[in-house]
Nanobody, 124 residues
Framework: VQLQASGGGSVQAGDSLKLSCAAS????????MGWFRQAPGKEREFVAT????????YATIPVKPRFAISRDSAKNTVYLQIDTLKPEDTAVYYC??????????????????WGQGTQVTVSS
């Protein structure tokens, strides 16, 4: 297993969740680790990404400032803290790693390893 995501669940609007993604093998050597999400009937969308130095990039306004990505390089783990969850945050959240290191990768095709996804369901 290259990437193992966890931390999802069924929560109420306004709650918080912290997703985790542990990388192993070649996936752990990549420059960037990021999060995407896919809601039912919608395309997979970029959420945030972070490199080994802690430099991050987020999706546009609807994501910030409720989302915060962090990385523990010693543990080869990336986290996504989501605060004040909303029903529209309901999706499968995927972690991924990318060897792109020139600019922060924000497209799915730039990532070569993917986790299995963790379901986040937010009820109102």
């Amino acid at each position: 297993v290259q990437l193992q995501a966890s931390g999802g669940g069924s929560v109420q609007a306004g709650d918080s969740l912290k997703l985790s993604c542990a990388a192993s093998g070649r996936a752990s050597n990549n420059a960037y680790m990021g999060w995407f999400r896919q809601a039912p009937g919608k395309e997979r969308e970029f959420v945030a990404t972070i490199n080994r130095a802690g430099s991050s990039r987020y999706a546009t306004i609807p994501v910030k400032p409720r989302f915060a990505i962090s990385r523990d390089s010693a543990k080869n783990t990336v986290y996504l803290q989501i605060d004040t969850l909303k029903p529209e945050d309901t999706a499968v959240y995927y972690c991924a790693s990318s060897n792109v290191d020139v600019v922060p990768p924000t497209h799915a095709y730039e990532y070569d390893y993917w986790g299995q996804g963790t379901q986040v369901t937010v009820s109102s």
